[in-house]
């Protein structure tokens, strides 16, 4: 992913500051204090991205989420890849390339937590998918009759939600040791399965994404 950093992208503050709470600057801060509530982030882990039009809003690395202001936003120009704000004392997420993959699959928001359950899960399939004697890289988390894959829908070209009778399929891949180094595995594992809105990543966490920020908060809480 090419960085061009200008001075311009030192400054331009007014892609950052308004009043709205909807603003992208705004709704992260909020995402991130919400997602501290409830642990599914601590420290500077995890992260979130939105879309806006032909910007992306990126949460930055090394700052506590629930202390989390607009200010501390990095601005990307989706389709050049180049910041057009980047706060001078902090780095870009390391997220930021899985979050992009979401986006040109046609995503509005991304959201990765460190969320305990989702690293739970990952291990109980691993551990299920050996005392099956399965390929532990084949084995994706399946789940059906519960009530809350209500709220996820069934893919992409597909209309409607999921039902209780239906069922939830999510892959997971194997963690690495920069986050970075996730983004083929992530993207491979988006071409395998279409009609996904998460992929877990054992012993980490879980990206989610949606068409937009409501959509995408939604899939991550259920």
């Known amino acids: 992913m090419a960085e061009s950093i200008s001075a311009a992208a030192l400054s331009n503050d007014n892609l950052i500051v308004s009043e709205d709470p909807q603003h992208p600057a705004n709704l992260i801060c909020t995402l991130c204090r919400n997602f501290y509530t409830l642990g599914w982030v601590t420290g500077t882990g995890g992260g979130t991205s939105i879309r ?3 910007h992306i809003y990126i949460a930055p690395s090394g700052v506590q989420k629930e202390m989390m202001q607009p200010a501390h936003m990095f601005v990307m120009e989706y389709a ?58 084949e084995a994706c988390f399946e789940i059906k009759e519960i009530e809350q894959i209500k709220g996820i829908p069934k893919g992409r070209g597909e209309k409607g939600m999921l039902g209780f009778y239906d069922k939830l399929s999510i892959p997971i891949i194997e963690n690495t040791a920069h986050e970075e180094d ?5 993207e491979e594992a988006m071409e395998k399965n279409p ?28």
């Open 52 to 54: 806006d039009g032909p």
């Open 80 to 137: 050049s890849r180049s910041y057009l704000r980047r706060p001078l004392v902090l780095k870009p997420s390391q997220c930021t390339p899985l979050f992009l993959a979401a986006f040109d699959r046609g995503a509005g928001c991304c959201i990765h937590t460190h969320s305990q359950w989702a690293v739970l899960v990952t291990l109980l399939v691993e551990r299920d998918a050996k005392d099956a004697g399965q390929e532990v890289s």
């Open 182 to 186: 996730l983004t083929s595995s992530l």
């Open 195 to 222: 009609n996904t809105y998460a992929v877990l990543v054992r012993r980490h966490g879980i990206y989610v994404w949606g068409d937009n920020v409501q959509k995408a908060k939604t899939q991550a809480e259920r």
